[in-house]
């Protein structure tokens, strides 16, 4: 008897049998079995069709002991993704699922199997599952099973294919799973194992609860101690399995609660391992180090600490070795670090002392649009309320050169935003003679002009105020510019706009109060009939506004 005719015997005399005999019926189960452990062409299609599957139903509804083969069958069946509907529509998940709660791991492992193939990517059915109540039982298997490597990788699988639906995660931020999974990740015996524990881990890490739990767990220190222990290898495997463990730290850490943990005062081992990242010579490690230290520095407290601890430096050196040719991420993230770092007041005048807006300068060189706007906002944020840093940046002819040719970059309005808003601090924080003097002759004035006209209010507001003090300081050097750019129609059109906002137009008031109090620009004023439009001003329902309007006109002579 062929192969072909030994199944079609076999299936004949499975659908005329009438009762659930076992010793009638395993022979033909065997010869079902062999056709499709032997890849037989169709075999699975033919027995779907044949008309059997009811009976399989059966023998699972009763728990016959039949049971245990029957779902052997199926699970190599269900490889053929067209018999996955038919046995859907046959009833055999339902039947299969209770024995999700049997106490025979064989049976556990045929079952778990058949469930997760015929259900494999069909949404509405692994809903019903996680509506069933799977997702406790799969966890519960793990746990009683846990050296069981066929039984275990059934479940993970099964876990990893439901973790992005939201019943599902609702249900394991309930099971405390994390120690489950961080068990089996010490123990993968391999890339492929780790893979699917590190997927599982990523979709439940996107919920705050999770990631606390996962933190009290310690699923970063284990992501940390196997990212040690495949460090240094060119294994593609291991090296894919390093990006998704330190990607998924950076968002773990993405938690205030799980960060605070993983930094532990900067003696968490979290902590000194993203440390030693900074130093590695792997750019994903490089990468996931910097935006984990920008991840700590979400506090003041922690930025403070950082800094005690040494961690500027680290970040340095890794930028300069990225300056030319380097990875553009790897300058953005650590860029990101620094700006963060130099939030609070103390750890600026601190980052200034150790040189760091001497060595950040190296990055000037960069031709990379997104590390060009990272820079500029680091330099802004280095100089905020810092007189020394802005007078030190504002007097360096190469950065001040730099920065212009940024202000003109035509394709990248980020770059040419954040350019404009440097020079605006420098002016505004150092309040300097030498600063303002270095800015006009670099031909910065224009750019603060035009960047008064901005769509962004607060930009429009930087702008006003730089050029208020810079004509407050030396007017001399800013009325040609002023002038050439016809500042002082602008203005006016600024008072006179119905739509303009209270606190623009306030800006606005500021620079002309600094204009009018310099006898170079008052013809200019007079030649625009800027008292006109300050008149109007003066029955503004803003009390502020109109008190401005008012003492501006008394400055120029005119009190009417």
Same mark, same amino acid.
């Given at each position: 008897?062929?192969?072909?005719?030994?199944?079609?015997?076999?299936?004949?005399?499975?659908?005329?049998?009438?009762?659930?005999?076992?010793?009638?019926?395993?022979?033909?189960?065997?010869a079902v079995l062999a056709a499709l452990l032997e890849k037989k062409k169709g075999a699975a299609v033919e027995i779907a069709k044949s008309g059997i599957l009811p009976t399989f139903a059966e023998a699972l509804r009763n728990k016959s002991n039949l049971s245990c083969q029957v779902a052997l069958v199926v699970a190599e069946m269900a490889r053929e993704a067209t018999v996955r509907e038919p046995c859907i529509e046959a009833g055999l998940v339902k039947v299969l699922?209770?024995?999700?709660?049997?106490?025979?791991?064989?049976?556990?492992?045929?079952?778990?199997?058949?469930?997760?193939?015929?259900?494999?990517?069909? %949404?509405?059915?692994?809903?019903?599952?996680?509506?069933?109540?799977?997702i406790p039982r799969l966890v519960?298997?793990?746990?009683?099973?846990?050296?069981?490597?066929?039984?275990?990788?059934?479940?993970?699988?099964?876990?990893?294919? *439901?973790?992005?639906? =939201?019943?599902?995660?609702? #249900?394991?931020?309930? *099971?405390?799973?994390?120690?489950?999974?961080?068990?089996?990740?010490?123990?993968?015996?391999?890339?492929?194992?780790?893979?699917?524990?590190?997927?599982?881990?990523?979709?439940?890490?996107?919920?705050d609860s999770l990631k606390l739990q996962f933190a009290e767990s310690g699923v970063p220190e284990a992501l940390s101690e196997m990212i040690r222990g495949l460090q240094g290898g060119s294994d593609p495997h291991d090296l894919c399995s390093i990006k998704i463990a330190s990607n998924l730290i950076v968002s773990l850490l993405l938690g205030d609660e799980s960060m605070q943990k993983c930094f532990?005062?900067?003696?968490?081992?979290?902590?000194?391992?993203?440390?030693?990242?900074?130093?590695?010579?792997?750019?994903?490690?490089?990468?996931?180090?910097?935006?984990?230290?920008?991840?700590?520095a979400r506090n003041d407290s922690n930025c403070v600490k950082m800094l005690d601890l040494g961690v500027v430096p680290h970040i340095l050196t890794l930028l300069e070795q990225h300056v030319d040719e380097g990875d553009v991420s790897v300058q953005h993230a650590g860029l990101s670090a620094l700006r963060n770092l130099a939030i609070p007041a103390t750890n600026k005048v601190r980052m200034l002392e150790d040189g760091v807006t001497e060595r950040i300068k190296t990055l000037l060189r960069s031709d990379m649009p997104p590390v060009q706007f990272k820079l500029l906002g680091t330099l802004r944020m280095m100089v905020d309320g810092q007189e020394d840093a802005a007078l030190l940046l504002g007097r360096d002819?190469?950065? *001040?050169?730099?920065?212009?040719?940024?202000?003109?970059?035509?394709?990248?309005?980020?770059?040419?935003?954040?350019? %404009?808003?440097?020079?605006?601090?420098?002016?505004?924080?150092?309040?300097?003679?030498?600063?303002?003097?270095?800015?006009?002759?670099?031909?910065?004035?224009?750019?603060?002009?035009?960047?008064?006209?901005?769509?962004?209010?607060i930009m429009?507001?930087?702008?006003?105020?730089?050029?208020?003090? &810079?004509? &407050?300081i030396d007017i001399?050097?800013?009325?040609?510019?002023?002038?050439? #750019?016809?500042? *002082?129609?602008?203005?006016?059109?600024?008072?006179? =706009?119905p739509a303009g906002v209270v606190e623009v137009k306030f800006s606005a008031l500021g620079l002309i109060c600094s204009l009018a109090n310099s006898s170079v620009m008052k013809q200019d004023l007079d030649s625009v009939n800027m008292k006109e439009s300050l008149s109007k001003m003066t029955d503004h329902n803003s009390t502020k506004l109109a008190s401005q309007a008012s003492s501006i006109l008394a400055i120029l002579g005119d009190t009417s």
């Open positions: 008897m062929t192969d072909a005719d030994s199944l079609s015997e076999a299936l004949k005399a499975i659908s005329v049998s009438t009762e659930l005999i076992e010793e009638e019926l395993n022979p033909h189960l065997d699922v209770p024995h999700l709660n049997s106490n025979n791991q064989e049976m556990l492992l045929n079952t778990g199997r058949a469930i997760g193939r015929i259900c494999f990517d069909n %949404s509405y059915q692994q809903d019903q599952l996680v509506q069933s109540g799977v519960s298997i793990m746990r009683e099973y846990p050296n069981n490597d066929p039984l275990v990788n059934v479940c993970l699988l099964a876990l990893c294919n *439901l973790a992005d639906i =939201d019943s599902a995660r609702e #249900a394991l931020s309930e *099971l405390e799973v994390a120690d489950v999974l961080t068990f089996q990740l010490k123990q993968a015996p391999d890339a492929e194992r780790r893979h699917v524990i590190l997927e599982i881990l990523g979709s439940l890490g996107e919920s532990a005062e900067g003696s968490g081992l979290v902590y000194q391992d993203v440390l030693s990242w900074l130093q590695s010579s792997n750019t994903q490690l490089q990468l996931s180090g910097a935006l984990a230290i920008a991840n700590f002819a190469t950065l *001040l050169a730099r920065v212009m040719e940024w202000c003109e970059a035509k394709d990248h309005a980020g770059v040419r935003g954040e350019a %404009s808003r440097l020079l605006a601090a420098l002016i505004r924080h150092s309040r300097s003679t030498e600063v303002v003097d270095a800015v006009a002759k670099a031909d910065g004035i224009r750019h603060l002009i035009s960047m008064a006209t901005s769509e962004h209010v429009q507001n930087e702008a006003l105020v730089a050029l208020a003090i &810079a004509s &407050a001399e050097s800013m009325k040609d510019p002023f002038r050439e #750019a016809e500042l *002082l129609p602008m203005l006016k059109k600024m008072l006179e =706009d």
